[in-house]
């Protein structure tokens, strides 16, 4: 059976401040939904509930197709928008590459910190090969990595992993085992590696110590995972591992609402 994997970390306090919790979505393209600050969560399905902390929340909507590190535009306009210091981040995919650019630019004055559900901060291989609007170029590993991603700001990471023979993926059977499986490094979730959604300070192929199928597993004695399991590696700075779980890019939303 798919098992989920956790890490336990010791609990760190996080000042109380009145400003709400922000939920921001990540890749949409062609989204009709109001932009800006609003109560409309619609990008998160049943993932929307009640925040574990029990804090008011509100969601940041932007068009989800623009620039985000070659362009401020949207980081600008969510900076802005966070009068007062929020009390957390949760964000999905590249909004989590908005929230990192965020840090990166306007220091830690108005982040308490972030919750991360797949995060694409570390960029996906799949935009190299794909570039259907101008988010996907800074997408791209490169570009995503450009900046310094270590943050002040705690930051709890989970992934998702499809990492089976012919995984269903997020955009099918077919096309996760014959192109997104070769293209992304180690576990994903149909979308992005583990490098990426788990915050390590570097590409490379991650994995879960008991998964058969993924590429690292081969080579391993039974003494060890060859330093390459999802837990091994170098993290970006403030950047916590909490979990990996065998669900796909768009069910990891699930993660943001965590009490992490």
Request: with cysteine; charged share 15%.
């Amino acid at each position: 059976m798919k098992k989920f994997a956790m890490l336990a970390v010791a609990a760190m306090a996080v000042s109380s401040v009145a400003n709400a919790d922000v939920y921001i979505h990540g890749r949409d393209p062609g989204n009709t939904r109001a932009k800006g600050f609003n109560q409309d969560y619609s990008y998160w399905g049943t993932y929307a509930g009640a925040n574990f902390d029990g804090a008011t929340k509100r969601a940041f909507n932007w068009d989800g197709s623009s620039l985000v590190v070659s362009s401020s535009t949207v980081v600008n306009t969510f900076s802005a928008g966070l009068a007062t210091r929020a009390n957390i981040i949760r964000c999905h995919s590249a909004g989590c590459l908005v929230t990192a650019r965020l840090i990166n630019l306007y220091g830690t004055g108005k982040v308490g910190r972030v919750v991360a559900g797949s995060s694409a901060e570390g960029g996906s291989e799949l935009a190299s090969i794909s570039q259907p609007e101008p988010l996907t170029n800074d997408l791209k590993t490169g570009a995503a990595r450009s900046f310094s991603h270590n943050a002040g700001v705690l930051t709890h990471h989970g992934g998702g992993s499809n990492c089976e023979p012919l995984g269903a993926g997020t955009w099918g059977s077919f096309f996760s085992s014959a192109v997104v499986s070769p293209t992304l490094p180690g576990e994903d979730d149909g979308a992005v590696a583990y490098h990426s959604t788990l915050g390590k300070a570097a590409t490379g192929s991650y994995c879960d110590p008991d998964d058969w199928f993924c590429t690292d597993y081969a080579s391993d004695s039974g003494m060890g995972w060859n330093g390459s399991y999802w837990s091994g590696g170098n993290n970006y700075s403030g950047h916590v591992i909490r979990a990996a779980d065998y669900v796909g890019h768009s069910t990891a939303r699930q993660y943001s609402g965590r009490g992490w």
